[in-house]
Nanobody
Framework: HVQLVESGGDSVQAGGSLRLSCEVS????????MAWYRQVPGKERELVAD???????NYDDSVRGRFTISKDSAKDTLYLQMDSLKPEDTAMYYC????????????WGQGTQVTVS
């Protein structure tokens, strides 16, 4: 049974920082492609950052230079370090995982709320 559990969401002031965590169980992170998405009410879920097995990282233009995605396979945890937060970063943030041979993300967490004011 695959489970992804996010944590670390909070309310912060603009310019502040947060680190989101996603603990993974029932799924081998070592061979996985993983990502962070975010969604605000009334809008589609959007990709924030992703990483694959060779360490390649991709970022949405809106967060590049401010956010850093990383994973610790020994701890089965994916992270999103968010610095210089802006009000427009306010959203529910979701962790996602897939086997890199697959196209769609099959596994999702329940989300953690980030509010920037």
């Amino acid at each position: 049974h695959v489970q992804l559990v996010e944590s670390g969401g909070d309310s912060v002031q603009a310019g502040g920082s947060l680190r989101l965590s996603c603990e993974v169980s029932g799924f081998l992170m070592r061979g996985a492609c993983m990502a962070w998405y975010r969604q605000v009410p009334g809008k589609e879920r959007e990709l924030v950052a992703d990483t694959d097995t060779d360490g390649t990282r991709n970022y949405d233009d809106s967060v590049r230079g401010r956010f850093t995605i990383s994973k610790d396979s020994a701890k089965d945890t994916l992270y999103l370090q968010m610095d210089s937060l802006k009000p427009e970063d306010t959203a529910m943030y979701y962790c996602a995982a897939r086997h890199c041979s697959e196209y769609k993300y099959n596994y999702w967490g329940q989300g953690t709320q980030v509010t920037v004011s």
